[in-house]
């Protein structure tokens, strides 16, 4: 088939990626069923991103493994044209509560548009990377593979998301926050907790008074930041002036100077507690700063119009009251498209166990496929538009770098 920017041309490609993903739906369902199935966490999908690089690599990639020396990251690369889309391939799971956010939807809808694209891929002119991005939901796995140059030359990323149902389709104007992740260690002093209290320093107390102080700032900060800490350690027995406290936080806002100034006022909360009980405080962070989220609007536009072929609800979003990705990282740098994808029924939060079940269900696997087909005819209409195709080409990411002379 000869590709040319005609009206005619584009229906009869996007015919073609609907058929490509219809193809592949058997085996796609399964790799999607398993990562379910398999519940890997951050780092450790080792079956989940086996499964989804063999089936790229069946599906006529080359897959490189252990992409930016990351060992559940891989890269699965088809065609040499001047631009470069990356579909990004999510499969961890929550910790205790399995695929409670549905990446496992986000990798079968990732993997069945790249399986469509592929033979296509000199047609369209392009270089299509299907990324396997692990650890989005604790460590920052696409932030660390865009430092490693995982992402170089990339002209235009994308990838989907599961929500509960009513959501729109429309991604214009939806976001997510800033998040930076924290230990907060408070230390003091050991002593017997009847015969020598007085002679110890109790670093439980600081942890305490750090809760009450957030939890007091709470009422004081915009309504769209937040605040989150859990309190990892704070004794051992009873019988011990705790000398030693771990508080686990996290900041989140829709801005990075937003951002920065919550954080100053939260560790402001920790050295407060560390002066009133006696002890010293030390704060490092724990994971990569996963930046607020850009939705690229010419993208949304292909990918809207692709959602009301399928009768969905593109009405106009109000935006989204939380929630962060490193995808947010990817798209700070690379016109990027993050939209949302609404599960039929689902009418209960993400990250519940209820959810997890429904990341599961037929209607769930229905719209991930229906999602696939969106996302590679935006891909395809992306790059047969001369006017966007020219951008997002202008757009290839490259890092910089440093060398003794300075940057480059």
């Given at each position: 088939?000869?590709l040319?920017?005609t ?30 199935a398999?519940k ?35 890269t ?11 579909l ?21 809808a ?31 796995g696409k932030?660390?593979?865009?430092e ?6 990339v ?8 929500v ?8 214009a ?77 996290e ?14 006022r ?105 999602a ?5 005819w935006?891909v ?11 951008r ?17």
């Amino acid at each position: 088939m000869e590709l040319t920017d005609t009206t005619a041309a584009l229906a009869a490609l996007r015919a073609a990626l609907a058929d490509g993903v219809d193809d592949w739906k058997p085996q796609v369902l399964a790799l999607a069923r398993d990562i379910h199935a398999a519940k890997e966490i951050s780092f450790e999908e080792v079956r989940s991103a086996e499964a989804a690089a063999a089936l790229l690599e069946a599906g006529g990639f080359e897959v490189e493994r252990g992409t930016g020396g990351l060992p559940t990251a891989f890269t699965a690369s088809a065609g040499n044209g001047d631009l470069t889309v990356a579909l990004c391939v999510e499969y961890d799971a929550l910790p205790n509560i399995g695929h409670a956010c549905g990446h496992n939807l986000i990798a079968g809808a990732s993997v069945a548009a790249a399986l469509a694209l592929q033979p296509y891929v000199d047609q369209l002119g392009i270089t299509l990377k299907a990324i396997g991005t692990p650890a989005e939901e604790h460590g920052g796995g696409k932030a660390i593979l865009l430092e490693q140059g995982a992402f170089d030359g990339v002209g235009l990323a994308l990838m989907v998301h599961p929500v509960q149902d009513g959501v729109t389709y429309n991604p214009a104007g939806t976001s997510a926050q800033a998040v930076g992740r924290y230990k907060a260690t408070f230390t003091g002093k050991a002593a017997h907790a009847a015969a020598a209290p007085h002679q110890g320093v109790n670093a439980a107390d600081a942890a305490v008074l750090s809760q009450v102080a957030v939890g007091l700032l709470r009422q004081q900060i915009p309504s769209d930041h937040r605040v989150a800490l859990y309190v990892a350690e704070a004794g051992h027995v009873t019988n011990i002036i705790p000398e030693r406290a771990v508080v686990q936080f996290e900041c989140r806002a829709f801005t990075l100077p937003e951002y920065e100034a919550l954080l100053e006022r939260v560790r402001r909360c920790f050295e407060g507690a560390a002066l009133a009980t006696g002890t010293t405080l030390a704060m490092e962070p724990t994971e990569p700063l996963y930046e607020p989220l850009l939705q690229d609007n010419e993208l949304a536009a292909h990918w809207t119009e692709a959602m009301e072929t399928f009768g969905k609800d593109i009405s106009p979003s109000a935006g989204l009251s939380g929630g962060s990705t490193d995808m947010g990282n990817i798209s700070q740098v690379i016109p990027s498209l993050h939209p949302w994808l609404s599960i039929p029924g689902a009418d209960v939060p993400i990250h519940s166990h209820a959810f997890a079940a429904l990341a599961d269900s037929p209607e769930a696997y229905a719209v991930m496929f229906e999602a696939a087909t969106a996302l590679a005819w935006t891909v395809a209409g992306a790059a047969s538009n001369p006017t966007e195709r020219a951008r997002f080409t202008k757009a290839a990411y490259r890092r910089r770098t440093f060398t003794q002379e300075g940057t480059s």
